[in-house]
């Protein structure tokens, strides 16, 4: 019982601390002026990405690595598969054209970059400053690029007013600290909590990870693309996915590796032998779908939530040496994952129309 409240304590002080953080940061942003699109690919999204990041970090220093990993790459797949098709299934998501052309094929290109990376089954000190090091650039470069389309617009160069300036600063800097302050705290009891799960259920660090940690840290994530999706803000809920994919790869491991010091993070070889693979067969997923008239629809939203259930079936079944496992992912291979490839084909290759 002490376990399950410090698990529900720990995920709520993430959730409000994340949700502090985007407020403060959100703010300081648009007092800068950033469009919505790039608060939602930067600051949104690393402010929900901001447990992962608190977790993983937390998990390396108590030398739980298969935590830091498995919530990483848990996190992705339950962003793409779960949160973006529970949220296609309330309301079908419009996809910005600007995430077809530039975010998504950035993040496919970082999730492949990082399979090469783990190819060794270890992320050092070498690569996770290189993949910090992305971050920053990737976050200059679309910091400029918005500034630039607003200096195109009519009323780009209007200035802050002066009080949002003076005034609201301390507000701002006030809602960031008490949102890391949340953060930190929330992680320690997250961790702490769900290492005790895995033992008690004599299941790894690593499916714990996968699975319970990894919704739970997902949780802003998920609470920001609904309600985005509900109040019909469909771009907010799709870019805000696409964006902390990239921050949990990016930041996460980034700054994990980095904590981890010359040793570096080593990964199970049951994540590069499936999990890894399924992290970026659901990135590649997101481009032929998003091409389907740049928006994502109902049953292409169910098809993406199938999925995520099947996965975890499979990691379930795993975990307990399930006899029937063999027979489970015989049917995927056979019957599952062919009819994926000829409705991806078939949406492939049907008449798109032009991207708004």
Same mark, same amino acid.
């Given at each position: 019982m ?19 953080? #985007?407020?403060?940061a959100?703010?300081?942003?648009? +007092? ?11 600051? #949104?999204?690393?402010?929900t +990405?901001?447990?992962e990041i608190?977790? +993983?970090v ?5 030398? !739980?690595t298969d ?11 339950l962003?793409v598969?779960f949160?973006?098709?529970?949220s ?12 077809i052309? !530039? ?9 492949g ?9 270890m992320?050092?000190m ?9 971050l920053v ?8 690029q918005s500034r630039?389309?607003?200096?195109a617009?009519?009323a780009?160069?209007?200035?802050a ?5 003076? +005034?609201?600063r ?6 960031i600290l008490?949102?890391?302050v ?5 992680? !320690?009891?997250?961790?702490s909590?769900a290492?005790?799960?895995a033992r008690?259920?004599? #299941?790894?660090d ?7 940690v990894a919704a739970?840290?997902s949780l802003p ?6 309600t ?23 930041g ?7 904590v981890a ?5 080593? #990964?199970?070889?049951s994540?590069?032998?499936f ?11 997101c481009l032929?779908i ?15 939530l199938a999925y ?6 499979y990691l379930?079944l795993?975990?307990?040496d399930y006899?029937?496992?063999q ?15 000829l409705?991806a084909l ?11």
């Amino acid at each position: 019982m002490l376990n399950i409240l410090s698990f529900v304590g720990g995920l709520a002080l993430l959730v409000a601390g994340a949700e502090l953080l #985007v407020k403060g940061a959100s703010r300081l942003a648009i +007092s800068l002026g950033l469009t919505p699109l790039v608060v939602g690919l930067t600051v #949104v999204a690393f402010g929900t +990405s901001a447990p992962e990041i608190a977790v +993983s970090v937390g998990a390396v220093a108590g030398g !739980q690595t298969d935590i830091a990993i498995g919530n990483v790459i848990g996190s992705n797949i339950l962003n793409v598969l779960f949160i973006l098709g529970l949220s296609a299934l309330i309301m079908p998501l419009a996809v910005d054209r600007q995430l077809i052309r !530039q975010e998504v094929p950035i993040m496919i290109g970082v999730t492949g970059l990082l399979l090469v990376m783990l190819r060794d089954r270890m992320l050092g000190m070498g690569e996770a400053g290189l993949l910090l090091a992305l971050l920053v650039a990737y976050t200059a470069f679309v910091v400029i690029q918005s500034r630039r389309t607003l200096r195109a617009g009519s009323a780009a160069d209007e200035p802050a007013p002066a009080e949002d300036w003076a +005034s609201g600063r301390l507000v701002q800097a006030g809602l960031i600290l008490g949102g890391l302050v949340g953060l930190v705290i929330g992680a !320690q009891l997250v961790v702490s909590a769900a290492v005790s799960f895995a033992r008690a259920l004599g #299941v790894s660090d690593l499916v714990v990870a996968l699975t319970i940690v990894a919704a739970g840290t997902s949780l802003p994530e998920i609470a920001t693309s609904l309600t985005a999706a509900l109040k019909g803000n469909r771009d907010m809920a799709v870019g805000n996915v696409v964006g902390s994919n990239l921050f949990n790869i990016l930041g996460c491991l980034g700054i994990a590796g980095l904590v981890a010091g010359p040793a570096g993070l080593t #990964v199970a070889p049951s994540v590069m032998a499936f999990d890894a693979w399924v992290m970026m067969g659901a990135a590649v997923a997101c481009l032929p779908i998003f091409l389907t008239g740049c928006r994502i629809a109902r049953w292409e939203g169910a098809v993406f939530l199938a999925y995520y259930v099947f996965y975890v079936g499979y990691l379930v079944l795993a975990a307990e040496d399930y006899h029937r496992l063999q027979g489970y992912t015989r049917a995927m291979l056979l019957f599952v994952m062919p009819l994926t490839v000829l409705t991806a084909l078939a949406i492939w290759l049907r008449p798109k129309p032009q991207p708004r």
